[in-house]
């Protein structure tokens, strides 16, 4: 007697509904989310007598294809887009001005410009 029988493994083929309440077991996921997934081709899945079946495998691949990305942390525990002193600071000279901080005041510093070399043209 096979005493292999009735154990789960990674590879073991379950229906799309046990897979969910094994790999879920919070109830979190369902037949149709399961299904979902497929759909999107992001779960592998095989068809046996009309039957839908994945592996637990099948399930923790899918779920690193789903897995979000975190972003890199900015060293020094800067947020993202604070101007600190030192990151606005460039080379000192007469012409050093604070960076420009939206689309709206570049064009104002480009049209102030403009209009200063033009009023000092002959």
Avoid: W
């Amino acid at each position: 007697m096979n005493s292999d029988v009735g154990i789960i493994t990674r590879t073991t083929p379950l229906r799309l509904e046990t897979a969910a309440k094994l790999a879920f077991p919070d109830g979190s996921m369902k037949l149709a989310g399961l299904r979902r997934e497929i759909s999107r081709g992001r779960l592998a899945y095989e068809v046996i007598a009309g039957k839908h079946y994945t592996t637990l495998a099948d399930i923790d691949a899918m779920r690193d294809l789903c897995r979000v990305q975190v972003k890199g942390r900015i060293s020094g525990g800067e947020r993202p887009g604070l101007r600190t002193e030192s990151s606005t600071k460039s080379q000192s000279g007469s012409s050093e001005m604070e960076a420009p901080k939206s689309p709206q005041d570049v064009l104002r510093t480009r049209l102030s410009k403009k209009h200063r070399s033009q009023r000092s043209a002959p």
